[in-house]
């Protein structure tokens, strides 16, 4: 079984700044991608962004892309999420998940999520 824990989360004005940190724990971590998802009120939860075994690699949604960064640090089973020039539309609860496999394809584990607010 693997807990992923994400922490982080808040209120920011449009423009500012948060880092999202998600604490994984129960399987070998540096093995697997990990990525982030988030989730609108009323819509469907949506790709982030994510990042394969060793951070050589990273993915990002267009909406998000140079704005959000994902990184990892595998000695300490950490994968971050550094967001910047946040806008209301960011406003969503983020997860982070962890995939089944080597590739960036089915995501088999979820966090709880974090609450992002971002008020113009």
């Known amino acids: 079984q693997v807990q992923l824990i994400e922490s982080g989360g808040g209120l920011v004005q449009a423009g500012g700044s948060l880092r999202l940190s998600c604490a994984a724990s129960?399987?070998?971590?540096?093995?697997?991608?990990m990525g982030w998802f988030r989730r609108a009120p009323g819509k469907e939860r949506e790709f982030v962004s994510a990042?394969?075994?060793?951070?050589?690699?990273?993915y990002y949604a267009d909406s998000v892309k140079g704005r959000f960064t994902i990184s990892r640090d595998n000695a300490k089973n950490m994968v971050y999420l550094q967001m910047n020039s946040l806008k209301p539309e960011d406003t969503a609860v983020y997860s982070c998940?962890?995939?089944?496999?080597?590739?960036?394809?089915?995501?088999?584990?979820w966090g709880q999520g974090t609450q992002v607010t971002v008020s113009s």
């Open positions: 998940a962890a995939y089944a496999g080597a590739t960036i394809t089915q995501v088999k584990y």
């Open positions: 129960g399987r070998t971590f540096g093995s697997y991608p």
């Open positions: 990042i394969n075994w060793s951070g050589s690699s990273t």
